[in-house]
């Protein structure tokens, strides 16, 4: 069974700091890993994208990290800002089905000033 | 969330009682997929459809739920007779192929079956 884990389940930082999130995955035969940011009633907006050959990937302040062989990701948030408070999801295909996304249950992050 | 449509954005239904949840992709998108997502749980694939076919329903219970996405309109994803357990959040994502890569996410129905 494909699996993706999360973690921390949650997590509250302080408006500035530095922070770096954990994803899991026993999906295989792996195709590409994506990390979601999800607002609080909103849908899921997509941070980065890395295939079997990235190591790492940055869209602004997140910085996204890849290892395939251990099958673990990690998205680091950089200077946090009371608008990165969200859940972050984690979103592994496989080459088999690459529409059949497997998705973690996501961390939520808190932010306060 | 380049354009993908969802509504209502938040339906309440009665046991029993039919629920109807649309999804206007992003325009020259071709692709849609629905999801589940449960309280405290990640999303779960129901069904991908292109154009007037179901591509693969895997994800979608065969009792009470169906999905179409027809030439002209918004693509329907329809429960029947709801149940308390159908309670959730059913999003859409629309993308230009079938690999999904550049899937775009709606901001959801929030279904509240009482």
């Known amino acids: 069974k494909n699996q993706v884990e999360q973690s921390p389940q949650s997590l509250i930082i302080l408006e500035g700091k530095n922070c770096t999130l954990q994803c899991n995955y026993t999906v295989s035969p792996f195709s590409n890993l994506r990390w979601y940011k999800q607002d609080t009633g909103r849908g899921p907006v997509s941070l980065t994208i890395m295939t079997f050959s990235e190591n790492t990937k940055s869209n602004g302040r997140y910085t996204a990290t890849l290892d395939a062989d251990t099958k673990q990701s990690s998205l680091h948030i950089t200077a946090s800002q009371l608008s990165d408070s969200a859940s972050y999801i984690c979103?592994?295909?496989?080459?088999?089905?690459?529409?059949?996304?497997?998705f973690g249950a996501g961390t939520t992050v808190t932010v306060r000033a | 969330n380049a354009g993908v449509m969802q509504n209502p954005r938040h339906l309440v239904r009665r046991r029993g009682q039919e629920a109807r949840l649309r999804c206007s992709p992003v325009k020259g998108h071709s692709h849609v997929y629905w999801y589940r997502q449960l309280p405290e749980e990640g999303l779960k694939f129901m069904v991908y459809l292109q154009k007037e076919n179901i591509i693969d329903e895997s994800g979608m219970p065969k009792e009470r739920f169906s999905a179409e996405f027809p030439k002209e309109g918004p693509s329907i994803l329809r429960i029947q007779q709801v149940v308390r357990g159908d309670s959730a959040a059913y999003f859409c994502?629309?993308?230009?192929?079938?690999?999904?890569?550049?899937?775009?996410f709606g901001q959801g129905t929030r279904l509240t079956v009482v």
């Open positions: 994502a629309s993308s230009p192929d079938r690999t999904n890569t550049e899937a775009f």
């Open positions: 979103v592994v295909s496989t080459t088999n089905n690459d529409y059949k996304l497997s």
